[in-house]
């Protein structure tokens, strides 16, 4: 087959023909490693990203761009082979997944803005192929700037901060100015992430420079509260530049001390920085800020106020989100069982962060009354798994259910669910008292199951039936809903997308969302007396105790 040359903005690219493993006849062209901004060196670290520098002839879009700056150990517990394991801070680059290249095509976009807490990840961990090939959607993906590279700030003039938002939305500028060329419509975008994405995903509702750049948003595991603000920007850009020996007595030169240190020396501090703000339940060194510019205010405050962006959203959570990828990860010996004592520890720490000067034994005590329960409630087993009902409904499910209720309340169209499928494969490698982890999706979603995905060990990642059932169920949702504002309405949709379960929109009314699986069904009021301590009785104990 012939492979297409494309024009855009700044040159024209060739890319490759791919196919998954069910559809032979249904190509899928792909474009990787194609510049979206400038490389961000030298005195563009830490500000704003600047358009493409074009180039002259066809550029070969068939390599994926180096991935941006960071702790490469983090890629330890990621069982994938990835292409490569090339870091560079010129890393600026997005790929495309198109099943047509023809201008007048007018298909969905979805704008896949990846996790990894902000300090790690890469727009192509995992392929949209089976997406693109099976639903008629284009699927770009991109990598952005990551840690102090995206984050930091000064809290003035010198560094701003929120660059990586920035990065993001001149992603999505790019594909205003160029997406048509491959089959999509620049009408119809759809930001979509998990994680760390889908929290970028909701700051994108709430920030004054994303208007109008995409008109329906899916956020996964991850909305702004998940990763909220940061308060004291410049305190930690101080401890950064200690950490690496600049002079921090005039913010105007300890910035441009940073810029001329080596990138790899930055990783290094911040994951010593991160190290130790962890110790005291802190989950970014580096997020977030209001800067008056991307963040006017804080994302709180927007929604409250019914001020975000008037797009269709779509959020929800795995059912047991801090059940095992995550705690593992952070926690030292997880999955031996805990005692009362490391418990409340750990949850006054937690809740020390995001509520300090607060009366805390009141804040821990009413949680540990929610969440004692089961047969045996003290056993250290019992109780780890108690946490992780706690840790991930306070990190990911009452902010999803929070920012449905005001997005709702606004009178946007809302969708919420709660996944509770766990892939074959995720689910034969951890205990079994674990259900639908963080991440568990993304294969889902993706459609990896329709492709030969390579692991470290050598084999394929093994996928059985249901995850191909559920995959496929779950790949109709995410396009309908990026074509019609609708996940049931496959209207427009390929002829063999399968007919999906009705998903009732989330009012505040009719507090509806779907519980996704193997045969998805509808249900109200998710966990409702557990939202109901979080977004409600803690926030009020924690304001009665400051005064």
Same mark, same amino acid.
């Given at each position: 087959?012939?492979?297409?040359?494309?024009?855009?903005?700044?040159?024209?690219?060739?890319?490759?023909?791919?196919?998954?493993?069910?559809?032979?006849?249904?190509?899928?062209?792909?474009?990787?490693?194609?510049?979206?901004?400038?490389?961000?060196?030298?005195?563009?670290?830490?500000?704003?990203?600047?358009?493409?520098?074009?180039?002259?002839?066809?550029?070969?879009?068939?390599?994926?761009?180096?991935?941006?700056?960071?702790?490469?150990?983090?890629?330890?517990?990621?069982?994938?082979?990835?292409?490569?394991?090339?870091?560079?801070?010129?890393?600026?680059?997005?790929?495309?997944?198109?099943?047509?290249?023809?201008?007048?095509?007018?298909?969905?976009?979805?704008?896949?803005?990846?996790?990894?807490?902000?300090?790690?990840?890469?727009?192509?961990?995992?392929?949209?192929?089976?997406?693109?090939?099976?639903?008629?959607?284009?699927?770009?993906?991109?990598?952005?700037?990551?840690?102090?590279?995206?984050?930091? /700030?000064? @809290?003035?003039?010198? !560094?701003? &901060?929120? %660059?990586?938002?920035?990065?993001?939305?001149? *992603?999505?500028?790019?594909?205003?100015?160029?997406?048509?060329?491959?089959?999509?419509?620049?009408?119809?975008?759809?930001?979509?992430?998990?994680?760390?994405?889908?929290?970028?995903?909701?700051?994108?509702?709430?920030?004054?420079?994303?208007?109008?750049?995409?008109?329906?948003?899916?956020?996964?595991?991850?909305?702004?509260?998940?990763?909220?603000?940061?308060?004291?920007?410049?305190?930690?850009?101080?401890?950064?530049?200690?950490?690496?020996?600049?002079?921090?007595?005039?913010?105007?030169?300890?910035?441009?001390?940073?810029?001329?240190?080596?990138?790899?020396?930055?990783?290094?501090?911040?994951?010593?920085?991160?190290?130790?703000?962890? /110790?005291? @339940?802190?989950?970014? !060194?580096? &997020?977030? %800020?209001?800067?008056?510019?991307?963040?006017? *205010?804080?994302?709180?405050?927007?929604?409250?106020?019914?001020?975000?962006?008037?797009?269709?959203?779509?959020?929800?959570?795995?059912?047991?989100?801090?059940?095992?990828?995550?705690?593992?990860?952070?926690?030292?010996?997880?999955?031996?069982?805990?005692?009362?004592?490391?418990?409340?520890?750990?949850?006054?720490?937690?809740?020390?962060?995001?509520?300090?000067?607060?009366?805390?034994?009141?804040?821990?005590?009413?949680?540990?009354?929610?969440?004692?329960?089961?047969?045996?409630?003290?056993?250290?087993?019992?109780?780890?798994?108690?946490?992780?009902?706690?840790?991930?409904?306070?990190?990911?499910?009452?902010?999803?259910?929070?920012?449905? /209720?005001?997005?709702?309340?606004?009178?946007?169209?809302?969708?919420?669910?709660?996944?509770?499928?766990?892939?074959?494969?995720?689910?034969?490698?951890?205990?079994?008292?674990?259900?639908?982890?963080?991440?568990?999706?993304?294969?889902?979603?993706?459609?990896?199951?329709?492709?030969?995905?390579?692991?470290?060990?050598?084999?394929?990642?093994?996928?059985?039936?249901?995850?191909?059932?559920?995959?496929?169920?779950?790949?109709?949702?995410?396009?309908?809903?990026?074509?019609?504002?609708?996940?049931?309405?496959?209207?427009?949709?390929?002829?063999?997308?399968?007919?999906?379960?009705?998903?009732?929109?989330?009012?505040?009314?009719?507090?509806?969302?779907?519980?996704?699986?193997?045969?998805?069904?509808?249900?109200?009021?998710?966990?409702?007396?557990?939202?109901?301590?979080?977004?409600?009785?803690?926030?009020?104990?924690?304001?009665?105790?400051?005064?």
């Amino acid at each position: 087959m012939v492979v297409p040359v494309v024009s855009t903005a700044s040159g024209k690219v060739r890319g490759t023909v791919q196919y998954t493993n069910d559809l032979p006849d249904k190509p899928v062209y792909t474009f990787v490693g194609i510049p979206y901004a400038a490389p961000p060196v030298g005195d563009l670290r830490f500000r704003s990203p600047k358009p493409a520098v074009s180039w002259e002839g066809v550029r070969d879009a068939t390599e994926l761009g180096a991935y941006c700056p960071q702790d490469q150990d983090a890629f330890s517990f990621y069982p994938i082979q990835l292409k490569h394991y090339k870091f560079d801070e010129d890393c600026l680059t997005l790929n495309i997944e198109t099943p047509t290249v023809a201008k007048e095509a007018g298909l969905p976009v979805l704008l896949w803005i990846h996790g990894g807490g902000f300090v790690t990840g890469l727009g192509h961990q995992v392929p949209f192929l089976s997406l693109s090939a099976h639903q008629d959607v284009v699927v770009v993906t991109f990598n952005y700037r990551l840690g102090a590279l995206g984050f930091l /700030s000064t @809290g003035d003039e010198n !560094a701003p &901060g929120n %660059v990586a938002f920035l990065d993001q939305i001149q *992603a999505m500028v790019w594909v205003q100015q160029n997406i048509r060329n491959f089959g999509g419509d620049p009408g119809r975008v759809t930001i979509f992430g998990l994680s760390a994405g889908g929290t970028s995903v909701c700051y994108h509702l709430v920030s004054p420079l994303s208007k109008g750049l995409f008109q329906r948003a899916i956020s996964q595991s991850g909305v702004c509260q998940t990763l909220d603000v940061v308060s004291n920007p410049q305190e930690r850009a101080v401890m950064l530049a200690e950490e690496l020996g600049c002079d921090t007595k005039n913010i105007a030169s300890m910035v441009e001390g940073l810029r001329e240190k080596p990138v790899d020396q930055i990783v290094t501090c911040s994951k010593r920085l991160l190290k130790k703000l962890g /110790s005291k @339940g802190e989950l970014m !060194a580096f &997020g977030p %800020v209001v800067d008056g510019k991307f963040l006017p *205010a804080s994302p709180s405050d927007v929604f409250d106020l019914g001020r975000a962006h008037t797009v269709d959203y779509l959020l929800g959570v795995g059912n047991h989100e801090y059940g095992f990828q995550l705690p593992s990860e952070l926690i030292r010996g997880f999955g031996r069982g805990i005692t009362e004592e490391r418990f409340l520890l750990r949850l006054k720490k937690r809740m020390g962060a995001v509520y300090p000067k607060s009366n805390l034994n009141n804040i821990t005590s009413a949680i540990r009354r929610t969440y004692r329960e089961g047969d045996n409630p003290d056993d250290p087993h019992a109780l780890e798994y108690q946490f992780t009902q706690a840790f991930g409904d306070q990190m990911f499910v009452a902010p999803t259910v929070l920012a449905a /209720s005001k997005h709702a309340a606004a009178g946007q169209k809302v969708y919420l669910y709660e996944n509770q499928y766990a892939p074959s494969s995720a689910a034969a490698v951890r205990p079994d008292w674990v259900g639908c982890d963080h991440s568990d999706d993304v294969m889902m979603v993706s459609g990896a199951a329709f492709l030969d995905v390579p692991l470290k060990v050598g084999a394929l990642l093994p996928f059985s039936s249901d995850d191909k059932q559920v995959s496929m169920g779950m790949m109709a949702y995410w396009a309908n809903f990026a074509r019609t504002g609708n996940p049931s309405d496959r209207t427009g949709g390929p002829a063999d997308s399968p007919t999906v379960p009705e998903w009732p929109q989330y009012t505040p009314d009719n507090p509806a969302y779907m519980k996704l699986g193997l045969t998805s069904s509808a249900d109200v009021e998710l966990k409702s007396e557990k939202m109901k301590l979080w977004n409600d009785i803690i926030p009020k104990l924690a304001a009665s105790s400051r005064l």
